[in-house]
């Protein structure tokens, strides 16, 4: 059957090193599934995989290349989307610095993380991740067929190959952080350093979208 796509080994190899490359997405739902347990690192993921659909829906429909081809409104998608990593990095990093008082700080510090809004907080990192944005401007519609006369066929299977990948993969994060919550409970000093790390890697992804 006709699908209209270009190249569909070549888009299954490059989904899964990019889906691979570290980023926001899949540090986020990591880092809440060591906190806070599976089904909070999951309901992470489904917000991840909202905001996915959404940027695949933009892409497939023009509007996200409309976006890019507008350097002042990608410019502001793109400061937007590195305050909103610095603030969760910055959260992270007072979180580790206070853990002598984290009994009873622990739900104000939850809030201001997202942790106590798993869903909505990913969807928010994923819509704003100008990596993901670009993926699927540059790459996502490349495999399709302009000439095919079916594309809305072409973008839904090409769609469902992405977020089978990134499934996959943010079930092994989610599966591995709630391994390390175990070995964090026992030993406080890892889990403020693990949040002292994370919390620098957030803020360094903002840096990194700044400039």
Known sequence: MATG?????T???GTIFIVLLPGPNSLYVMTLASRQGL???YRAACGIFVGDTVLMLLA???AASALHASPAAFAVLKYAGAVYLAWLGLGLVRAALSRGTAHNSAPATSQRLGMQAPFRTALVI???NPKAIMFFISFFIQFV???FSQPALSFLILGIIVQIVSALYLSA??????RLSKHFSQTPWVAATGKATVGALFIGFAVKLAL
């Open 5 to 9: 796509i270009t190249d569909l080994s």
């Open 11 to 13: 888009f299954i190899l």
């Open 39 to 41: 089904l909070a690192g």
């Open 60 to 62: 497939a429909t023009g």
């Open 126 to 128: 994923s819509l704003l």
């Open 145 to 147: 067929d302009p000439n």
């Open 173 to 178: 994060l989610i599966l591995g952080g709630t």
